[in-house]
């Protein structure tokens, strides 16, 4: 993103004057004003067009105000702390009525990694009894499975949350997501 197109009409300049007094092409500055990134001899040549500073041209985006719907996903699987399979059902719709590519990329892996978890939660509770017995365990051994899982779980929302907040991206993800 750039104001290359609010400070070419705050100096009462068309694209074609912009584009002679830059020695730029009038594509090259239309698609500079449609949003193509600046950078290198354009931006400076651009910059002295405009008598400005090259920083100026550029907008700063906020990368935290795009991955906030990924936020919002990851947290929604607490969820699942309280209802089973919650960690998933919940995720997947907010996943899927996503429309930005790269919170809905973020919200795939999330569903993905707690699909997983899930998975193997179930069948360590359906193992659970004929293990107990088998070795003669008059503890239940499912608790011992069912606190493991919901801290594995704790902790892949709260690493997946820090690091979304301070590197925008993911700290447990699938090299592929099967969604």
């Known amino acids: 993103m750039n104001n290359v197109k609010t400070l070419r009409e705050a100096k009462n300049m ?6 002679q007094k830059s020695g730029l092409s009038l594509r090259t500055v239309q698609r500079i004003e449609a949003g193509s990134i ?7 040549a651009i910059a002295e067009s405009l008598e400005t500073q090259p920083e100026s041209l550029i907008v700063s985006t906020n990368d935290n105000d795009k991955i906030d719907r990924a936020k919002l996903i990851n947290l929604s699987a607490l969820f699942g702390l309280i209802f089973p399979y919650g960690n998933v059902i919940l995720p997947l719709l907010l996943t899927y009525k996503t429309k930005d590519a790269k919170n809905k990329e973020l919200g795939k892996n999330i569903v993905s990694i707690h699909i997983i978890l899930s998975v193997v939660a179930s069948i360590l509770m359906i193992v ?6 088998a070795l003669s365990i008059q503890f239940p051994l499912f608790l011992v499975f069912l606190i ?3 801290s594995i779980k ?5 690493k997946n949350g820090m690091n979304l907040n301070q590197k925008n991206d993911l700290y447990f993800k699938l090299k592929t997501s099967f969604l």
């Open 128 to 133: 659970s009894p004929f293990v107990q017995k």
């Open 38 to 44: 600046l950078k290198g001899f354009t931006l400076k």
């Open 148 to 150: 493991a899982i919901i």
């Open 14 to 19: 068309t694209q074609m004057e912009l584009a």
């Open 154 to 158: 704790l902790i892949i929302i709260l």
